[in-house]
């Protein structure tokens, strides 16, 4: 359970990171607020059209006398609507990220020197092109898997009392666990660590995982925090990738210095 704090840490170091280096928060909110307006965009589009959709695509239902007409394309529209916030929630991470990820780059790689012994970042040597076709395939498969799991839990939620309580603690840990994999990509990725060993890397550690995502997955569900958060969301990322990898940050030695000078004196 310790590692559902150390998480939750994380994600306030970011943060804080996010707010010392302005220059780089600023450039990160860009393609959050890019992303913003193309999926606002997408939804008042649903919104206006989704139920002229639902009527086109049930044409079966055209002589069905009322009220079970209005009540089976409302419930469809209802659907239509949750289906589209649950994909919204679940793929605005994904999408700002491959929209930024040269700003997010950039963002982690100075992270990493920040917090680094030696102040060097590890690089992964390819092209801005094969990156983005790396995050935008990775994307892609992580997108299917989260939509099962959007799927499974939408139809679990139709169960009495399960439906209501258990299923929705859960579908807050699920988008919190595919919430900090699209997140420390970003780190991962630089390193070489392909999709199927960051899965099996985040397994391993999932209530540190939680600790991070969930918290944060709960504040994108607030009108446009998910833009501001997002610069520190990624920092805050890359300090859990490194404790993931074992690697050692500048705080690590020096919280060790004083134990070591103990001993020191001790056996003197």
Same mark, same amino acid.
């Given at each position: 359970?310790?590692?559902?704090?150390?998480?939750?840490?994380?994600?306030?170091?970011?943060?804080?990171?996010?707010?010392?280096?302005?220059?780089?928060?600023?450039?990160?909110?860009?393609?959050?607020?890019?992303?913003?307006?193309?999926?606002?965009?997408?939804?008042?589009?649903?919104?206006?059209?989704?139920?002229?959709?639902?009527?086109?695509?049930?044409?079966?239902?055209?002589?069905?006398?009322?009220?079970?007409?209005?009540?089976?394309?409302? *419930? &469809? /529209?209802?659907? $239509?609507? %949750?289906? =589209? +916030?649950?994909?919204?929630?679940?793929?605005?991470? @994904?999408?700002?990220? !491959?929209?930024?990820?040269?700003?997010?780059?950039?963002?982690?790689?100075?992270?990493?020197?920040?917090?680094?012994?030696?102040?060097?970042?590890?690089?992964?040597?390819?092209?801005?092109?094969?990156?983005?076709?790396?995050?935008?395939?990775?994307?892609?498969?992580?997108?299917?898997?989260?939509?099962?799991?959007?799927?499974?839990?939408?139809?679990?939620?139709?169960?009495?009392?399960?439906?209501?309580?258990?299923?929705?603690?859960?579908?807050?840990?699920?988008?919190?666990? *595919? &919430? /900090?994999?699209? $997140?420390? %990509?970003? =780190? +991962?990725?630089?390193?070489?660590?392909?999709?199927? @060993?960051?899965?099996? !890397?985040?397994?391993?550690?999932?209530?540190?995982?939680?600790?991070?995502?969930?918290?944060?997955?709960?504040?994108?569900?607030?009108?446009?925090?998910?833009?501001?958060?997002?610069?520190?969301?990624?920092?805050?990322?890359?300090?859990?990738?490194?404790?993931?990898?074992?690697?050692?940050?500048?705080?690590?030695?020096?919280?060790?210095?004083?134990?070591?000078?103990?001993?020191?004196?001790?056996?003197?």
């Amino acid at each position: 359970m310790r590692d559902l704090g150390v998480g939750f840490t994380y994600l306030l170091k970011g943060q804080r990171w996010a707010v010392r280096h302005r220059r780089q928060y600023g450039f990160g909110l860009l393609p959050g607020l890019i992303t913003l307006v193309l999926y606002v965009a997408a939804l008042v589009a649903l919104a206006l059209w989704g139920e002229d959709f639902v009527a086109w695509s049930t044409p079966f239902a055209d002589d069905w006398t009322s009220p079970w007409l209005g009540l089976f394309r409302g *419930f &469809l /529209t209802a659907v $239509l609507v %949750a289906l =589209a +916030l649950l994909l919204a929630v679940l793929t605005f991470t @994904a999408v700002t990220l !491959l929209i930024g990820q040269p700003f997010y780059e950039n963002l982690s790689e100075k992270v990493d020197r920040d917090v680094s012994p030696d102040g060097t970042a590890p690089e992964s040597g390819l092209p801005l092109w094969r990156e983005l076709w790396i995050s935008a395939r990775d994307s892609l498969r992580i997108l299917v898997r989260a939509v099962l799991w959007g799927i499974l839990l939408f139809a679990l939620g139709f169960i009495p009392f399960v439906g209501q309580t258990a299923v929705p603690v859960i579908g807050f840990f699920v988008t919190g666990f *595919f &919430l /900090t994999e699209e $997140l420390t %990509a970003v =780190a +991962l990725q630089r390193r070489g660590v392909d999709l199927r @060993a960051r899965l099996t !890397l985040l397994r391993s550690r999932k209530t540190l995982v939680w600790g991070f995502g969930t918290p944060l997955g709960l504040a994108f569900l607030v009108p446009f925090v998910a833009v501001f958060l997002m610069p520190g969301a990624v920092a805050g990322a890359t300090l859990l990738a490194r404790d993931l990898l074992g690697e050692e940050t500048e705080e690590d030695r020096a919280d060790g210095e004083p134990e070591e000078s103990v001993d020191e004196n001790v056996t003197s």
